[in-house]
């Protein structure tokens, strides 16, 4: 088999400013014009995506609402929508799996695609990435626009999909000459992988571009970075050998937080958010076959200090309700220690979070407990219905004056499951 059979082919493929751009897709009004989007559109929230118009006026995602307003009045802030934006990404992964060849969901608003085995050459993956992009057009909106990234990897399809947007197509051919020349077009922080922390420490020890990276030996890059050096080495020449892969890896954790709509000091209202967040972890364990061994347990308090603390499950469960046990038991004490002399219902509460930890596949437990067990045969059902009818279409009672927002956090979604 030649060499050239052999080459990769790898398209990343970006939608652009995501979650503002299908906001201006569903509401014509708001074409043109400087909007966020955010869990919460009052002066407290957080501008989680901003449209390219608020971009050019220097708002910035992550920023505060109230910052935002100040330097551009006329921003409009529109609260997330979790289920428009999934079906949106649904449909793309759909498109890109009828390319052929392996998809991997990046993250909600990114995949990857990998067309080695199906088209012949760089001129048959140029024309897959121009059926997408029509493709996007045609079947999730005219204004949803695309960056596609190609190259022999992942690492440089990624950089690829970065260097023009909105709505560009960037190749990145695998001869040496052209993938230096490409990087060299490139600022450290263009690489995937280097956040603010290795950038700073690259620039303590003189390293302050691609090319001056590239110069560094091996050695070297061990000795100040250990087992990152060899990516950085790696990187800084456009090599990468991870695959992309259309099988989900075993999650380590999953987990649910949630900023109360205003600061609390009514114990019963985050102890009902909290079993409603703890329903949801359930769901989204069983929805993947697994059980939760321990947890995390999480508190924002009003002045924003964060307290978290971790525990053992007495047995290993997917029940939202057992989960909210141990986790409540935990979050009291949170409240308690970090105000030994003030009493729970006078401590405000912004944030109430879980994460589920330890996760195994699920197995068959018998309990002598009826009551409990009837509980458990029960969960399969409700499951069906939910799958069925969507979230909230069953409720405890306890939970039906607690309705959780869906939202978005700006890179993944939060609360679709």
């Not at 190259?151 to 560009?168: C, I, Q, T």
């Not at 040496?176 to 490139?186: E, H, S, V, Y």
């Not at 590239?214 to 020449?237: D, E, M, T, V």
């Not at 004490?333 to 994460?355: A, C, D, F, W, Y």
Request: proline fraction near 4%; charged fraction near 25%; glycine fraction near 6%.
């Amino acid at each position: 088999m030649s060499t050239t059979a052999l080459q990769k082919r790898i398209l990343h493929i970006d939608f652009n400013a995501f979650f503002a751009h299908a906001e201006q897709e569903a509401n014509p009004f708001l074409r043109g014009k400087s909007i966020g989007v955010g869990g919460k559109a009052d002066s407290k929230g957080i501008v989680a995506a901003v449209s390219y118009e608020a971009k050019a006026h220097g708002i910035k995602t992550a920023m505060s609402v109230f910052e935002a307003k100040v330097i551009d009045p006329s921003l409009l802030m529109i609260n997330g929508d979790g289920r428009k934006y999934s079906e949106l990404s649904d449909r793309l992964h759909r498109i890109l799996v009828r390319q052929g060849g392996i998809v991997e969901r990046f993250s909600v608003d990114e995949d990857f695609l990998d067309v080695s085995h199906v088209a012949q050459d760089w001129l048959d993956t140029l024309a897959i990435a121009l059926r997408i992009r029509d493709a996007v057009k045609q079947e999730i909106g005219s204004f949803m626009r695309v960056s596609i990234g190609i190259g022999p990897n992942r690492l440089l399809a990624k950089m690829a999909s970065d260097a023009e947007k909105p709505n560009g197509l960037t190749l990145v051919y695998p001869s040496q000459k052209d993938l230096f020349a490409f990087l060299d077009t490139r600022v450290l922080e263009d690489i995937p992988g280097i956040g603010n922390a290795i950038l700073r420490r690259l620039k303590e020890v003189g390293i302050d571009s691609i090319p001056s990276l590239r110069s560094a030996q091996l050695p070297f890059l061990i000795r100040h970075f250990k087992q990152y050096g060899p990516f950085l080495y790696n990187a800084s020449r456009g090599l990468d050998t991870s695959v992309v892969t259309d099988k989900e890896p075993l999650e380590k954790s999953i987990g649910h937080s949630y900023t109360l709509p205003r600061h609390t000091q009514d114990k019963r209202v985050a102890s009902r958010t909290l079993l409603s967040l703890c329903d949801r972890v359930g769901w989204r364990l069983r929805k993947r076959g697994l059980v939760a061994r321990a947890y995390t347990a999480i508190v924002r308090f009003s002045d924003l200090h964060i307290s978290a603390k971790q525990g053992r499950l007495s047995a290993p469960t997917s029940d939202g309700l057992e989960l909210y046990k141990a986790v409540w038991h935990d979050v009291r004490q949170i409240i308690v220690q970090q105000t030994p002399n003030i009493p729970i219902e006078t401590r405000s509460i912004r944030l109430v979070g879980v994460v589920a930890r330890r996760l195994v596949p699920s197995h068959v437990q018998v309990t002598l407990d009826r009551k409990k067990q009837k509980h458990t045969d029960l969960l399969p059902w409700l499951d069906k219905i939910q799958q069925r009818y969507g979230t909230r279409s069953w409720l405890r009672a306890s939970l039906v004056n607690t309705p959780i927002k869906e939202r978005t956090n700006g890179l993944q979604l939060d609360h679709v499951d």
